[in-house]
DNA sequence: CAAAAAACATACTAATCAGTATTGTTTTTT
DNA sequence: AAAAAACAATACTGATTAGTATGTTTTTTG
């Protein structure tokens, strides 16, 4: 095996084991010690790799915090149809059926936020996740956009504050998820959605035989 | 000054930099140490008060962290009137005039819900989390079946998941608020909120004296 | 193959952490 | 006024922390 694979291949296991662990116990409860120890490393290979745990946590949040929003949350906005359709079915299926996210563990970008929001010698990580967050509200914001130009959703809402609003309401659901027993809160959360995205379709009175409209679910 | 006033001024004292301190940085960032530099005072003074820092926390939760959700946002609810204008005035309020709750932080309930939703040797600091969020789910809930009682509300809306997307939203966007540069997000948010309670009044055919209705789902 | 560089291991340091043991100082009680 | 209790200060401990300095092994290169 090439020098270049395994330097990346104990790369990532750091990076992994890092994102694991923080996201589950947070950035101060966990220590170099612990996460090297996890993964049968030393000092030395973190330390060769990364030149402190800010740069560390830094990395996890490119590389690893990111891609879980755009992956899951970004790149679906991609597809083609009815918006209101779209977005169902990808909070249904995020929330409620895909078992990769784990979501006893809350949201990872609201669980950074909390934990590196006010870290003192902050090298940026605070930026960092405000860019991810932005780059989801401006997917949100095309998407919605689209919706309007192709005949599909209100052209009065506001899609800035629409997409402002849905982010919240879903990193806010998975946050309580973390301390409730209320098994069914996403599926109650699903049905309030539901009833928020009512708001942004075409009011009867401009409904004139949009094909794309669909009739009270 | 008599013996017992004093220990409640320290006790209080510790509790309140405790609050602030920990509700900014961080349960684990924060140490004793730092708690007793702020105030000027010592060890001793302390653990006479607490046994350890777990039980510190419980108290902060007990004190501080239930009574900002129940003076601020549980209270209000007992005001009588339309139940869509005492939300939206509750909530406008309190994001957008309110000073004191330095909404730059977030929400202290999520910020504590992150903090210690995976502490190892949890003296039950979860239960106690969740139970803030129960009341405040429950205070919700009756204050939305009094609107419906009342002829304010639709009788077909499902008040336990209006409940909880109401807290998933509002805590949601707190917590966008720590890294947003946006100032007008509380703004944007009353805007989708307002649209969101319009899907909680009564239907036109029904105010119109219409006994005919169908169900929304 | 040998020298050089890259990738990781080992052993340490100084600082900080939560918590304790002891002592000192007020207040209250007797 | 003496004793007791309450409250807080001082000085410590062992464990853990992020980070460093220096080895050792492996791979690449001339």
Redesign the interface.
């Known amino acids: 095996m090439t020098q270049e694979i395994k330097r990346k291949i104990t790369r990532q296991t750091l990076i992994d084991k890092g994102y694991e662990l923080i996201n589950?116990?947070?950035?101060?409860?966990i220590s170099i010690d612990t996460i090297i120890d996890e993964v049968g490393l030393t000092k030395g290979a973190f330390y060769y790799h990364f030149s402190n745990k800010h740069h560390f946590v830094e990395a996890i949040i490119q590389e690893r915090v990111s891609k879980e929003i755009h992956s899951n949350f970004i790149e679906p906005l991609n597809e083609r149809g009815n918006p209101i359709f779209i977005l169902t079915d990808l909070f249904h299926d995020k929330l409620l059926k895909d078992k990769s996210l784990n979501q006893q563990?809350?949201s990872p970008l609201?669980?950074f936020?909390?934990?590196l929001?006010?870290?003192q010698n902050d090298y940026g990580l605070?930026l960092q996740?405000?860019e991810i967050?932005?780059e989801w509200k401006i997917a949100l914001i095309n998407f919605l956009y689209r919706g309007i130009e192709g005949g599909c959703l209100n052209r009065h809402i506001?899609t800035?504050?629409?997409a402002?609003?849905i982010?919240?309401?879903?990193?806010?659901?998975r946050?309580?998820k973390?301390?409730?027993?209320?098994e069914g809160?996403f599926y109650?959360?699903m049905?309030?959605?539901?009833?928020?995205f009512?708001?942004l379709k075409i009011p009867k009175e401009e409904l004139q035989g949009n094909q794309y409209y669909y009739a009270?679910?």
Do not use: P
């Not at 982010?167 to 659901?173: K, L, M, W």
């Open positions: 589950t116990y947070g950035y101060h409860a563990l809350g609201t669980n936020i909390n934990d929001s006010h870290e605070q996740l405000k967050f932005d506001d800035e504050s629409t402002e609003f982010i919240a309401s879903v990193e806010g659901i946050t309580l973390k301390v409730t027993s209320n809160i109650n959360y049905q309030q959605l539901k009833n928020f009512d708001t009270a679910s």
